[in-house]
């Protein structure tokens, strides 16, 4: 028996699981979609909505209990071999919370295996609804927490990010004023993640949150050596009496990605046909698992083209903003924290074993693809075709040939830059050399929007990533991965590459059958924390002690090599000729194994954007003034 791995993603509109193998390949995926699946808890686009105004923006928590029922039916009928299964992490939507009931441990140890889930831990729950990452009806929180702290940027590097009304922290301080019987009732407060977490191992025992994903909750201190739920936040939210209790409800911090929690429910095993041997690993946020999917190393990015846009950049030192957020590396062996020396009295058993601590920074634009669409529909009778002419009509033809029409499209409230508003496009007068800047309500001609609206947007892109990495306009990425809806248009890679100056790349997969590469079209989350499990297990079944302690990149570098030796060795029995061969793999411009590039930048091109770029900060600091100055 090979053993096999399961990730599973609890997102906003589905619960995905995803089947690898051993050397991490991905077999099969299902999911639960929870508007189609589940539609009597009458959710759209997976949540419910408030009274209009107030902001709210949740999800039943039954709907993820029942969701974990429906998916492990599903696998039945799709006949995993989940006897195989050998490993098993879960990746939640970050900063959404979960309140345990003073019962939750005992009806957690005790599940029958004759009955689900849904009808025995409808009373584990002290809050019946998740605050979802959309909510924003704690923006007084905000204030008085940012207040407290000493404003955004302290508050940020604090904790990694300044406070946003989805982090956990605020959620938990309007909870607790709006609720505090209900507050008072909750034995403990888990991130989505380790909520799952806690319903696979199902022992009583509450799992604790992944540091990484703590990072998200504007509550744990990533600023000092020994990290910890910060002091200060606390008695912030919840007074200096019930700050303990706080403290307490949050619990304990998983610093090791890969740490066995325990292993799967015994009510897995006889009600599904689980293994008891399957380990659990902590799950992580889901954006920390996009992340891990790629395994990016310092330098490296991720572009992800959604409906918002979301830019995670891989660093080795921590680089806390205002603007943007910093999180811990979700699969690192971390140094021992305050709370752990706490509670061992000294440093804990993995000290000497960890690696120095690993980073990320993520940026997150509201105005991502639907702005995009909306120039496509305006000016191109939407069609993504036509736009991807218009763009290639106008590309840089040489380095000189510098920006001289750029706008910013914010027609929702920007995060970044923080609440910029409206829409402004700027064209330069001059033909040589840098004239007079001047607003404008069209660009000339009008067709030049679809060009504009991604060299900005990506111009963002650059300044900030180059912020992130030392801070200076030449500091670039050495690639970025890209990936949702708009990285399938190749001329969207083809300028991203050419603004950021790197090489565009995207995950493809080896089709036997086939006999070629193909896009790998799964779901990177539910992937990524399959890895994580496998690496998990891994670790814990190894003997050497070199094993036991294996950096996750280090195993993933392993498994992708066994892939590589499987797919060649397949190709030589297939008896393909070498010339057959050689065009397969050329057919798909490989990096490394499972990494084609899909855009190479342009040197000329990519020269005409760095002198631009100081043209474009200007700008963009002028439209943030004057769509203020209109908002007035
Ligand atoms: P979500 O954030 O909901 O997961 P997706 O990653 O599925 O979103 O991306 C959906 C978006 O992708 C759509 O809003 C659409 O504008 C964009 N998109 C899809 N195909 C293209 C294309 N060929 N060119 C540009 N954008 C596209
Ligand atoms: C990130 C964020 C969203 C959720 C989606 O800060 O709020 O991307 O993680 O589940």
């Known amino acids: 028996m090979r053993p096999l791995f399961l990730g599973l993603d609890s997102s906003t509109q589905a619960l995905k699981a995803s089947l690898l193998s051993n050397d991490l390949s991905v077999l099969s995926e299902v999911e639960v979609r929870f508007d189609r699946d589940l539609p009597h808890f009458g959710t759209r686009g997976g949540t419910l909505s408030g009274p209009p105004e107030s902001g709210i923006v949740y999800s039943p928590v039954m709907l993820l209990v029942e969701a974990l029922d429906l998916l492990l039916e599903k696998v039945k009928v799709n006949r995993w071999p989940v006897q195989d299964i050998r490993g098993v992490s879960a990746a939640g939507q970050q900063h959404a919370s979960v309140y345990w009931s003073l019962q939750a441990s005992s009806l957690l140890a005790k599940v029958n295996p004759r009955s689900d889930l849904t009808s025995q831990l409808r009373h584990a729950f002290s809050r019946q609804e998740i605050p979802n990452w959309q909510d924003s009806s704690t923006t007084a929180e905000c204030g008085q927490l940012e207040e407290a702290l000493g404003g955004a940027a302290k508050l940020a590097e604090l904790t990694g990010s300044r406070a946003h009304t989805r982090f956990t922290g605020p959620q938990i301080m309007r909870f607790m004023k709006e609720k505090p019987k209900d507050y008072e009732r909750t034995s403990r407060i888990s991130l989505v993640s380790s909520f799952i977490t806690s319903l696979l191992c199902l022992d009583g025992e509450i799992k604790g949150i992944d540091e990484s994903d703590a990072c998200g909750m504007n509550m744990w201190n990533m600023s000092t050596p020994e990290r910890g739920w910060d002091h200060s936040v606390l008695m912030a939210i919840a007074g200096r009496r019930g700050s303990k209790a706080l403290e307490e409800k949050l619990g304990r911090v998983e610093s090791d990605g890969g740490r066995v929690v325990g292993t799967i429910g015994s009510w897995f095993v006889q009600r599904h046909g689980f293994s008891p041997e399957c380990v659990v690993c902590p799950g992580t946020g889901d954006n920390p698992a996009t992340f891990l999917s790629f395994s990016l190393q310092k330098g490296e990015g991720l572009v992800s083209l959604g409906t918002s846009d979301t830019v995670l950049v891989s660093t080795s030192t921590y680089n806390p903003d205002a603007e943007y957020h910093a999180f811990f590396h979700p699969a690192q062996i971390g140094s021992p924290m305050s709370q752990e020396k706490k509670a061992t009295g000294s440093a804990k058993n993995n000290a000497g074993k960890v690696q120095k601590m690993r980073y990320f920074n993520m940026l997150v634009y509201k105005n991502g693809s639907l702005a995009r669409e909306r120039i496509r529909d305006d000016y191109f009778d939407s069609s993504w075709d036509t736009f991807n002419q218009a763009v290639e009509a106008s590309r840089p033809k040489d380095a000189h040939d510098v920006l001289r029409q750029t706008g910013f499209w914010w027609p929702k409230p920007e995060i970044i830059p923080d609440d910029a508003t409206g829409v402004h496009k700027y064209i330069d007068s001059v033909e040589v050399n840098r004239g007079q800047t001047h607003k404008v309500t069209d660009f000339d001609p009008p ?82 924390v399959g890895y994580k499990a496998a690496w998990s297990w891994y670790r814990h079944t190894s003997r050497e002690e070199h094993d036991m302690w294996i950096p996750f990149d280090d195993f993933f570098k392993k498994c992708s090599e066994q892939r590589a030796s499987k797919r060649k060795a397949m190709v030589k029995t297939s008896g393909m000729a070498k010339e057959e061969e050689s065009n397969v793999v050329d057919a798909m411009d490989l990096l490394e194994e499972g990494v084609a590039i899909v855009a190479r930048p342009d040197a000329q091109r990519s020269q005409a954007y760095t002198y631009s770029i100081d043209w474009w900060k200007a700008l963009e600091d002028r439209a943030l003034g004057e769509g203020r100055e209109l908002a007035k």
Do not use: H
């Open 447 to 528: 067709s030049r929007n679809a060009s504009a609206i991604l060299e900005s947007q990506m111009m963002s892109f650059r300044s900030r990533a180059s912020a992130i990495l030392g801070g200076k306009d030449e500091c670039k990425l050495d690639r970025v991965f890209a990936t949702g809806g708009a990285a399938s248009n190749s001329t969207i890679c083809s300028v991203m590459a050419d603004v950021l100056g790197c090489n565009v790349c995207k995950p493809v997969k080896y089709v036997a059958e086939e006999a070629r590469w193909k896009n790998a079209d799964y779901n990177v989350c539910s992937v990524a």
